[in-house]
């Protein structure tokens, strides 16, 4: 990570780099702000282990992609309930289990957040879900990556 954004200390000041740096034609350091914005929220949410904080970041990447696409700030109020009611890992355990969404990877990709899907995130920590979500998550990524 550039030095410079490894010192932004909130989520708004890499809002505004991230801005910054696209109006002056380097995407690559507005990425990099980007997802320094997703770690600042996941620290403040403060997820108790290194799996849950990537399902959180996951989250918040999930987020700034809605918010994009729809011009506006937006909230994933349903994911969000779901983990009040049955905790990140089972939320993450239920959502890869589902049907397939295509559409939400590849506008994670546009925005260079393809890094935080839940799939990716089963895959990195398999003892934590099922042979169930972890076959879904293995297969989804193969079809990602092939299309």
């Known amino acids: 990570m550039n030095e410079i954004i490894a010192k932004l200390k909130t989520p708004d000041e890499c809002v505004i780099f991230e801005k910054?740096?696209?109006n002056m034609g380097r995407a690559d350091l507005a990425v990099e702000a980007r997802k320094r914005a997703i770690e600042l929220r996941a620290l403040v949410y403060g997820a108790p282990t290194e799996a849950e904080r990537?399902?959180?970041?996951?989250?918040?990447?999930?987020?700034?992609m809605l918010s994009v696409k729809n011009g506006k700030k937006t909230r994933a109020f349903r994911t969000w309930q779901l983990i009040k009611k049955?905790?990140?890992i089972e939320t993450v355990e239920?959502?890869?289990?589902?049907?397939d969404d295509l559409a939400a990877y590849d506008l994670?990709?546009?925005?260079?957040?393809?890094?935080?899907?839940?799939?990716?995130?089963?895959?990195?920590h398999p003892d934590?879900?099922?042979?169930?979500?972890?076959?879904?998550?293995?297969r989804r990524m193969a079809e990602w990556k092939s299309a």
């Open 94 to 99: 239920r959502t890869v289990t589902r049907e």
């Open 20 to 22: 910054n740096a696209a």
């Open 108 to 124: 994670l990709s546009k925005q260079a957040l393809e890094d935080y899907t839940f799939e990716g995130i089963v895959l990195r």
């Open 128 to 138: 934590l879900f099922s042979p169930e979500a972890l076959g879904h998550s293995q």
């Open 86 to 88: 049955h905790g990140i």
């Open 54 to 64: 990537e399902c959180i970041e996951a989250i918040y990447a999930y987020e700034q």
